[in-house]
């Protein structure tokens, strides 16, 4: 039932991209060599064959090209899966993408939008409002703000924890929720980083990674070797 609730409500960061089958985008899937280790290693920051592999056995780097992007990631996972919405140009400004992995679940997922992006029209899945994370304020006050908003759209019973910390050098927000599905009915227990005005390439995107609590450490490792 998280998958259904991840779809039809899509954390609200989906912004209605599974509303149809999107188009899968051209990436580079890099074989590495894998050295076992005992010891976790400090974020990776850029990347790279020899920096994935240090994480630990399966660890392997992978490159989108569109958006620019690149992290590290378990292969226990299975291969990343790169797709752009497919909601009709005229039914949206800007463009957003999703990487998913061949997981049960419906996390982790990345969700990249272009920093201009907002749906056009009636929706069944209402778009996330970036504009609600103030990372100037404290965390109590976004804690606030999202529990009158965000989370409130997702279920009842929310509790929720809020972090302020860097991603690389940007600044970021993690959330831990739990809450009881509106649509399922279900407890649920999520994990998101929201990484607004994120700098990938030569352009600017609003990056938001979601996983489920089982999945934080190994998303944690991911996130941190983000090249924003």
Known sequence: MQKI????????????????????LATEDKETTITPTQQVVAP??????KNCANLGTGWKLFI????????CYPTIWGVPK??????????????????????KSETPLISIFTSNFQKLGDSDVPSYCWGCINLAKDETDIQKDLLQGYYKLGGENVSLE????????APAL??????????????????????????????????VVS??????????????????
Request: hydrophobic share 35%.
């Open 211 to 228: 996983s489920d609590q089982k999945q934080e450490a190994d998303t944690e490792l991911l996130i941190n070797s983000l090249d924003l």
């Open 64 to 71: 989108s090209k569109k958006p620019r992007l690149s992290f």
């Open 174 to 207: 993690k959330t831990k929720s739990n809450f009881v599905s509106w649509l399922s009915r279900d407890k649920m227990s999520i994990v998101e980083w929201f990484i607004p005005q994120a700098r990938l390439g030569e352009q600017t995107y609003n990056v």
């Open 82 to 103: 790169p797709e752009e919405t497919t909601i009709s140009p005229s039914a949206r400004l800007g463009t957003a993408w999703h990487i998913s992995f061949n997981t």
């Open 5 to 24: 609730f991840l779809v039809m409500l899509g954390t609200l960061l989906l912004a209605g991209a599974g509303c149809s089958r999107p188009a899968t």
């Open 44 to 49: 990776v920051n850029q990347p790279t064959e």
């Open 162 to 169: 809020v972090k302020k910390l860097t991603i690389d050098t």
